[in-house]
Antibody, heavy 120, light 108 residues
Framework: EVQLVESGGGVVQPGGSLRLSCVAS????????MHWVRQSPGKGLEWVSL????????FYADSVRGRFTISRDNTKDSLFLQMNSLKTEDTALYYC?????????????WGQGTLVTVSP | SYDLTQPPSVSVSPGQTARITCSGD??????AYWYQQKSGQAPVLVIF???KRPSGIPERFSGSSSGTMATLTISGAQVEDEAHYYC???????????FGGGTRLTVL
């Protein structure tokens, strides 16, 4: 089965750190650009970060730049998000998303998310 | 930062056509993608590259884009189409992605 599975979420105090992981199965992660997207409780979707298929380029939303670091290990079909200096407003369900190709070859896949709660 | 603007809500009766718009300055040059999200579920892609429908998505879902506005059309909306819908696109650099604020579609 083709799927993405996130893990690493949990409860952390403000200023703390967490490392999220996303593992692909049923396909090779190395063929896809990968995104992290989050959704705060009762709110809309927010794009967080993007990494190119080979990991050479990374990009961040203004709200997390300088605090979050996206990385990947294509040999292990894995994506990561290192989150430092966490704030209460980072509380959200974090999804990983794979995107690749165009037209008939377009590929888009989301995981089910991992919950991050930042609370005193 | 770059923004995409959607109406907060759209309401139609079953069988009617629902249209959800998304406005953004780079949409004349950049593709729009549309996601459906039902309560407690991950988003599902319903339209990509402005007007293409992934396999498994019903034909009643279609997309179009003209100028600074992209539109998701659901022709003959069904009760099961009730969900939040989000447009998704990039800025001119293709390096900053953004979601619209989301539109809650009610079919009743």
């Amino acid at each position: 089965e083709v799927q993405l599975v996130e893990s690493g979420g949990g409860v952390v105090q403000p200023g703390g750190s967490l490392r999220l992981s996303c593992v692909a199965s049923g396909f090779s992660l190395g063929n896809s650009a990968m995104h992290w997207v989050r959704q705060s409780p009762g709110k809309g979707l927010e794009w967080v970060s993007l990494i190119s298929d080979d990991g050479s380029r990374t990009f961040y939303a203004d709200s997390v730049r300088g605090r979050f670091t996206i990385s990947r290990d294509n040999t292990k079909d894995s994506l990561f998000l290192q989150m430092n200096s966490l704030k209460t407003e980072d509380t959200a369900l974090y999804y990983c998303q794979a995107m690749s190709g165009t037209g008939l070859n377009y590929f888009d896949l989301w995981g089910q998310g991992t919950l991050v709660t930042v609370s005193p | 930062s770059y923004d995409l603007t959607q109406p907060p809500s759209v309401s139609v009766s079953p069988g009617q056509t629902a249209r959800i718009t998304c406005s953004g300055d780079t949409l004349p040059k950049k593709f729009a993608y549309w996601y459906q999200q039902k309560s407690g579920q991950a988003p599902v892609l319903v339209i990509f590259e402005d007007n293409k429908r992934p396999s498994g998505i019903p034909e009643r879902f279609s997309g179009s884009s003209s100028g600074t506005m992209a539109t998701l059309t659901i022709s003959g909306a069904q009760v099961e189409d009730e969900a939040h819908y989000y447009c998704y696109s990039t800025d001119n650099s293709d390096n900053q992605w953004v979601f619209g604020g989301g539109t809650r579609l009610t079919v009743l």
